[in-house]
């Protein structure tokens, strides 16, 4: 469902463009003024160059600005402080916030500090489940974590099999669970499941098991999901992860092997992007906590992930600019006091809020 836009009648608005000397804020400026004299808006402008012309991407010297006073009738001056700031980047943002109408006080979970922002990340697979950001971080909560594939529901009884398979990597070997290999160290899977029962649908499962990987010396796991029998992924495929409590054994009435409280994270991928395989976590055994991903690959086993190409998305997402780090900027830009406690401060960013993409969005936009 599409978001509602609220809109509002204005008699006057400033409006800030900043981004990289060359990011083209003097043009974008030029245009949004042009158009709103057009339409009949009375304008004055003001241009803000950087002081080095050339200087570095990203660098805070370099900064270009344009600011645009709109209004209903006649304008004099192009404002003091601007409603709305156009930051292209986090070095735009730091800089120019200052010249945005100040806030007051603001809270940011420290965990927003391993969440990066998803600008240019894929994200549309995603849908009806709660979700996360790619390269969210979830600690690991006790010694044990199961993974489930889920698939079939409100389908009739076919031949449809889907896969979930789990890479375990040491400095020196890796290891696989899956349909080929159901047993590993620290690795235990539920069996290899080719067709769904009538509109029920079925699921797999694989239990991992801390202190085993640990003694083993392993470094990460990764998890993937793949569709064997068919061109893609089942729609409506759950996958995640879970706590695991009680034995690993499936229902028959409905296929599911677990309490539903007892799921850390899942999501469901939508049926309008489909891809032959999925890669969607990473466990970090060293840290206990498992990086939420969704990295497409073709091909009817994990072996088609590539491990160098996992490799280079997790280093591209550490190297992201975070939430909390541009939240961080947005205090220190406006002059807000960061506090301890959320009942005292008048904006409050918590873990919860960042799992909300939608929420996120509209803090970037």
């Known amino acids: 469902m599409a978001q509602q836009l609220e809109i509002k009648n204005l008699d006057q608005v400033v409006v800030r463009f900043s981004g990289d000397s060359g990011d083209g804020m003097q043009l974008a400026g030029n245009i949004f003024s042009t158009v709103s004299a057009t339409v009949g808006n009375g304008i004055s402008t003001f241009p803000d160059y950087p002081a080095d012309i050339r200087a570095p991407q990203g660098s805070l010297t370099g900064v270009s600005g344009f600011q645009v006073h709109i209004g209903a009738g006649r304008v004099y001056t192009p404002g003091d402080l601007c ?13 120019q916030l200052s010249h945005a109408k100040p806030q007051a006080t603001i809270i940011i979970d420290t965990e927003l500090f391993d969440i990066p922002i998803s600008v240019g990340d894929r994200s549309s697979t995603i849908q009806d489940t709660s979700c996360a950001l790619m390269g969210t971080r979830f600690p690991v909560e006790g010694d044990a974590v199961r993974l489930f594939l889920q698939w079939g529901k409100g389908l009739h009884a076919q031949h449809l099999d889907m896969d979930l398979s789990c890479r375990i990597s040491y400095d020196d070997r890796i290891e696989e669970c899956a349909y080929y290999n159901l047993t590993c160290t620290g690795a235990k899977h539920s069996g290899d499941i080719r067709s769904i029962p009538e509109m029920v649908g079925t699921a797999e499962y694989i239990e991992l098991s801390l202190p085993e990987l640990e003694k083993a010396g392993a470094r990460y796991a990764t998890f993937t999901c793949n569709a064997y029998s068919c061109g893609s992924l089942s729609p409506n495929l759950v996958v995640g992860w879970m706590n695991s409590v009680g034995e690993m ?8 092997a677990y309490d539903p409280s007892c799921v850390q994270h899942m999501v469901r991928v939508g049926d309008e992007n489909l891809s032959k395989g999925l890669v ?15 990295m497409p690959f073709s091909g009817q086993t994990l072996r088609s992930a590539c491990r160098e190409d996992i490799e280079a998305l997790l280093k591209r997402l550490q190297k992201k600019l975070k939430i909390g780090e541009l939240l961080r900027l ?36």
């Open 83 to 95: 409603d709305v700031l156009v930051a292209m980047n986090a070095a735009a943002l730091k800089t």
């Open 249 to 256: 054994t499936i229902s028959e009435k409905d296929g599911v």
């Open 280 to 294: 969607f976590g990473v466990m970090d055994i060293v840290r206990r906590e498992i990086i939420w991903l969704e």
């Open 330 to 365: 947005k205090a220190e830009a406006q002059g807000l006091e960061i506090l301890d406690e959320e009942n005292q401060a008048d904006e409050s960013y918590t873990y919860d809020w960042a799992l909300n993409p939608a929420e996120v969005s509209k803090f970037l936009y």
